[in-house]
């Protein structure tokens, strides 16, 4: 069976593949970082960490998506969706490098505001693009490819750090993030097309009622 995708659902795809690879190779072991590699570390602090992520992100993602539906066409969700998942490709080389519970709670601040653009972004991208009677069978590609990268890169997370250590297995991580960031940049001449935007209208939309 062969698949065809608009060029714009396949680079949504990969980008979604690559990023939630990396992600695959730091969940897995962060806790246990936490508690061997950061000054004062305990499954408190980790819990604490897991707790600022989820919070930032879930009281930020449906002003984030208001945001995005008062704003017609994609360049705003694209722009969102290209500097979350900067951002967020970044978080792990930061693990790598910090010392103290402190650095990781900034670190999980931000990855809580970086997730809420990306996923808005990305869904609202998704969502408009998808082909007309295909809505299961594409979203379950996605997922479905997603969840094997996660899987896999999760399966050997590991194994690189028992060989490699944390800080490198954090910066592969990273890497895959940014590779995301790379194959969404392909889309930059189908998007580009519509009227750009203004940072003071993000500004006001992010805080608007």
């Not at 897991?50 to 722009?79: C, E, M, R």
């Not at 792990?92 to 996923?119: C, E, K, N, R």
């Amino acid at each position: 069976m062969t698949i065809k995708l608009k060029k714009i659902l396949k680079y949504l795809i990969l980008a979604d593949l690559a990023f939630w690879s990396g992600c695959g190779l730091v969940s897995p072991v962060f806790a246990i970082f936490i508690d061997k590699n950061i000054i004062g570390g305990s499954a408190v602090v980790a819990g604490i960490a897991f707790g600022i992520y989820w919070t930032v992100k879930s009281l930020l993602q449906y002003p984030i998506g208001l945001f995005l539906d008062n704003n017609k066409g994609d360049k705003d969700d694209y722009v969102f969706l290209i500097f979350g998942f900067l951002t967020a490709a970044l978080i792990p080389a930061g693990y790598a490098l910090s010392t103290y519970p402190w650095q990781i709670y900034i670190l999980q601040f931000f990855y809580g505001v970086s997730m809420a653009m990306a996923i808005a972004g990305w869904r609202a991208l998704f969502t408009r693009n998808i082909d007309k009677g295909m809505e299961s069978s594409e979203w379950c590609l996605d997922e479905a490819l997603l969840g094997f990268g996660q899987g896999f890169f999760g399966l050997i997370s590991g194994l690189l750090v028992f060989y490699l250590g944390f800080q490198t297995t954090f910066f592969i991580g990273s890497f895959l993030g940014v590779m995301s960031v790379l194959a969404l940049l392909e889309l930059k001449d189908e998007i580009g097309k519509d009227k750009g935007i203004k940072i003071v209208n993000i500004i006001k939309g992010l805080f608007s009622k």
